[in-house]
């Protein structure tokens, strides 16, 4: 299956920071999600973008498909944004064969101190 | 709008024991459903999904089943449990069909399963 690579695997920052998070893959893609997980586990989608820049608050992201990354941003960065960010993928050579099948990469744990 | 509920929270069940976890999605109708695996260090692996009643597809064997025997219902089961089967497991949901509005995935809050 496709490859989800997530860098860095660690991030601390102080609070008002700025990040950048970075999800490379191996293969095309259809579907591309990030998630933040806190630290009860509780996983929210954040962005749908297999392509293309969206923002949301303080949070934006940019997937460059041609280039098999996507960067996910995260401005002035606030104690209630630490927690496991992920990425997931869909690779088009398993659109039709198997449904909805996300790849996740292994994460970035960012921890925002005060 | 659309909830997903997931229980139990945390559950410890011994080695050999039988499991059963429950999903269940309201507000939407014939939702693809999911269930994953999240071990120590962090990554989801998928473990079954689902696209209507009755229907299951398993990603890995492994000592786990699923059922779907309502519409916005999905279980995860084990005849005997192992140590092995220890880990977070989240139930996910996504609406049918392609395209930005149906592909997000929606995670339910996880059960914590401990085989001791």
């Known amino acids: 299956g496709i490859q989800v690579e997530q860098s860095p695997p660690d991030l601390i920052l102080q609070e008002g920071a700025n990040s950048t998070l970075r999800c490379n893959f191996s293969?095309?893609?259809?579907?591309l999600q990030w998630f933040h997980q806190n630290p009860w586990g509780q996983l929210i989608n954040l962005f749908y973008?297999?392509?293309g820049t969206k923002q949301n608050g303080r949070l934006s992201a940019t997937t460059v498909a041609t280039e098999r990354y996507s960067l996910l941003y995260i401005s002035s960065s606030q104690t209630t944004d630490s927690g496991v960010y992920f990425c997931a993928v869909e690779g088009m050579a398993d659109r039709g064969s198997t449904l909805g099948r996300l790849y996740f990469g292994r994460g970035t744990q960012l921890t925002v101190w005060p | 709008s659309q909830t997903i509920h997931q229980w139990p929270a945390t559950l410890v069940q011994p080695v050999g024991s039988p499991l059963s976890l429950e999903c269940t999605v309201e507000g939407t109708s014939n939702p693809n459903l999911y269930w994953y695996r999240q071990a120590a260090g962090r990554g989801l692996q998928l473990l079954f999904y689902?696209?209507?009643?009755?229907?299951i597809s398993s990603e890995v064997p492994q000592n786990l089943s699923a059922s779907r025997p309502q519409d916005r219902q999905f279980i995860l089961s084990s005849k005997k449990l192992l140590l092995s089967d220890s880990g977070f497991y989240l139930c996910?949901?996504?609406?049918?069909?392609?395209?930005?509005?149906?592909?997000?995935?929606?995670f339910g809050s996880g059960t914590q399963l401990s085989v001791l």
């Open positions: 689902s696209v209507g009643i009755g229907q």
């Open positions: 293969d095309s893609v259809n579907n």
């Open positions: 973008i297999p392509s």
């Open positions: 996910a949901w996504s609406k049918r069909g392609w395209g930005p509005t149906n592909e997000k995935l929606f």
